[in-house]
């Protein structure tokens, strides 16, 4: 069936790297795609998206790479701060118009 | 602050009592949904509602009763719940339809323990 899977269930940096983290999705027909920051106690929040007529898209400090030809999405975070320590998720809109949400990366950055 | 807010935060409850989640949006949003967030599980859907009308139930039971009186406002009924209930319950909005998705606004959650 449908689903978004992640790589790495964990992921550490050190402050100042640049981090990566990987998605892989099934559906081939998904036209969109979103990736979300949860910090502890809080609900997830919206980072950057992109649509699938895209290969990269850049926002500050943050990009997404799409490559269709793997299904394969990637959030880079550029100079990691502590501040960015938190789980992230990728997630597809699917044909049927809903999102599809991935199991999650957490994200642990070292002073 | 999201514009999509949720109480109470925390709700530990006993497995005979009726309890209820509240959701409240300000973004002007048509369309509404509950989730589940357990440990290590991706994020499960729950219900949808669209223009205030119940448009997708993923077969959860019926111990979790839903209830949109308007496009602003969300509940989830709890009665009789088990501890594999506890959870995080997570409430989101968007503007639809589909195929202009702009992406779910979430709140911050309920989290839910059930003893």
């Known amino acids: 069936g449908e689903s978004v899977g992640l790589h790495l269930p964990t992921l550490s940096v050190q402050e100042g790297d640049n981090s990566i983290i990987n998605c892989a999705y099934s559906n081939s027909a998904s036209d969109y795609f979103i990736w979300y920051k949860q910090e502890s106690g809080k609900g997830p929040q919206f980072i950057i998206d992109?649509?699938?007529?895209?290969d990269k898209r850049q926002g500050q400090r943050v990009t997404v790479l799409l490559n269709k030809t793997v299904k394969h999405l990637s959030l880079q975070i550029a100079a990691t701060q502590p501040g960015d320590s938190a789980v992230y998720f990728c997630a597809e809109n699917i044909p049927a118009g809903k999102l599809i949400f991935g199991q999650g990366t957490e994200l642990s950055v070292k002073p | 602050e999201t514009g999509v807010t949720q109480t109470p935060r925390h709700l530990v409850m006993g497995m005979t009592n009726k309890k209820s989640l509240k959701c409240e949006q300000h973004l002007g949003h048509n369309a509404m949904y509950w989730y589940k967030q357990s440990a290590k599980k991706p994020l499960e859907l729950m219900f949808v509602?669209?223009?205030?009308?119940?448009?997708e139930n993923n077969s959860v039971p019926s111990r979790f009763s839903p209830e949109c009186p308007n496009s602003s406002h969300l509940f989830l009924h709890l009665h009789t719940l088990q501890p594999e209930d506890s959870a995080l319950y997570l409430c989101?909005?968007?503007?639809?339809?589909?195929?202009?998705?702009?992406?779910?606004?979430f709140g911050s959650g309920t989290r839910l323990t059930v003893v």
């Open positions: 989101a909005s968007s503007q639809e339809p589909a195929g202009t998705v702009s992406g779910y606004t």
């Open positions: 992109i649509r699938s007529n895209m």
């Open positions: 509602y669209s223009l205030e009308e119940r448009v």
